[in-house]
C-alpha cells in the first residue's frame, strides 16, 4: 500500500516536464531497440543481396500487423490501468491487465495458424514479387511463429510503461534487441541460413524479451498482478479494452495496409525500388520511433493525471510534449537529410539505383517529420484522456485517409517520385489536422477544474 500511495504521489505531485523526461527516457530506448529489430535484419540481410534485401520490406507489413494486435490489447488496457491505479481501483486495474494478456494470446495465436496455412499467397499479397517470394517466404515462417511472444510483449512493455515502470519495460526490450543484433550474423552467414537465419534470430530475441517482461509481473516488480484469477468473463472488458485501443489499431493497422501498398506501387519499377523504400523506411521509422518513445512517456502522465482529476497537469504536459518532440525530430530529421546518401549506402553499398531512390525518398520524409511532433502529442493526448473517436481519426489520418489516396495516385502521375513523396505529403496534411485537435484538447482542458487527490 506505501508504494502505491509513493507511486500516486509521483505521478500527481512531481512536476510533469521532470516527469515526462524521467518517463521517456527508457521508453525511448526501448522503441529504438525495437526499432532496431528491423533495422538489423534489414543491413544483414541486405549483404545476400536486393530481392533478399525488399523480402525484409515484405514481412515489415506482417510484423505491423503483429503490432498492431498488440499495440491494440497493449495500449486499451494500459491506458486503461493507469486511470484505474490513479482513481485508486486497483482490483479493476488487474482485472484489466489479466484479461488484456488472455486476449492477446489467443488473437495471436490465431495470427499464426492462419498465417501459416496460407504463407505463400499471404506474401504475395503483402506485396512479394516472384524473385522476392523465396526469400519473403524464409523469413515470414519463422516470425509468424513467433507471433504470441511478440504480441504479449507489446501488451506487457504498455502496461508496465502506463503504470509508471517505462524503466522495467525498457530491460526486457532492450535485452532483446541487443541480442538480436549479436544473433543476426551468425544465424545468416555463420550457419549459412540466409534470410530465414535473420527471422529465427529476431524470433529468439523476442522470446527472451517476453520472459524478462514477464518477470516484472511474477516478481512483483509491477504495481499490477496478472493472474488467471483476474481475468474477466465479462465481454465489456475486453469491449473497453478495444475500444481504449482502437486509435493504436488504426495506427497500426494502416501502418501494415500502407506498407503493402508501398510495396506494390515500388514493385512496377524493379526489385531495386522495393529494396530502396524499404531501407529509406526503416531509417525513417527509427526517426519516428524515437518521438513515439518520448510521446510514450507522455502518455501515462496523461492517462493517471486524467484519472486523478489533475486537468491542469494534463494541459501543460500535452504542451510540453508537442514543442520538445518537434525540437527532438527536427534535429534527427536535419542529420537525416544531409546524412541520405551515406546512410542508404550502408545498407546496398553496391546497388547505386538503390542508393539513389532510397536518399531522395529519406530525404522528402526527413523535411516533413518535423511536423510529426505535434502530431504524435494531440493524437496520444486524445487517446489517454478517453477521447476515443477524435484519437482514432487523427491515426487514420497519417497512413489512412491521407495516405492511401496518395500512395495510389501520385504514382500514376510522378511515376516513381509520387511513391517516394505520398508519405511526406500525408504527413504535411496531417498536420494541419492535428493543429485544429490539439488547440481544441487545450481549450477544453484549460476550462476543467482539478479535483481533489485522494
Known sequence: MTDRKEHYRMMTETPVEKLIIRLSVPTIISMLVSSIYNMADTYFVSQL?????????????????????????????????ARYLGAGKNDEANRTASSAFFL????????????????????????STETILPYAEAYGQYILLAAPVICSSFVMNNLLRNEGKAAFAMIGITTGGILNIALDPIFIFGLGLGTAGAAIATALSQSVSFLILLSMFVFRRSNLELGIRFISKKASTYLSILK????????????????????????????????????????TFFMFAALLGFGQGFQPVAGFNYGAGRFSRVRRATLFTAITGTAIISVLSLFCFVFARPLVSAFRKEDL??????????????????????????????????????ATYLALCRQGIYFIPLIVILPYFFGLKGVQLAQPLSDVLTFSTSLFFFIRLIRELGGKKDEMGL
Open 49 to 81: 543481396g536486393t530481392s533478399a534485401s525488399a523480402a525484409v520490406g515484405i514481412v515489415f507489413s506482417l510484423m505491423a500487423i503483429m503490432q498492431a494486435v498488440g499495440f491494440t490489447v497493449g495500449m486499451g488496457s494500459g491506458i486503461l490501468s
Open 104 to 127: 492477446v494470446i489467443v488473437l495471436s495465436l490465431a495470427i499464426t495458424v492462419l498465417g501459416l496455412l496460407n504463407l505463400r499467397s499471404l506474401m504475395r499479397f503483402l506485396g
Open 244 to 283: 481504449t485501443g482502437l486509435p493504436s489499431l488504426s495506427r497500426q493497422g494502416l501502418a501494415s495496409i500502407a506498407t503493402m501498398l508501398l510495396n506494390v506501387q515500388a514493385a512496377v519499377y524493379g526489385d531495386y525500388a522495393v529494396a530502396a523504400m524499404s531501407i529509406s523506411g526503416r531509417i
Open 353 to 390: 539505383d538503390v542508393i539513389a531512390a532510397g536518399s531522395t525518398a529519406l530525404r522528402y520524409q526527413s523535411i516533413a517529420l518535423i511536423l510529426c511532433g505535434l502530431c504524435v502529442a494531440t493524437n496520444m493526448s486524445y487517446q489517454a484522456t478517453g477521447h476515443i473517436a477524435g
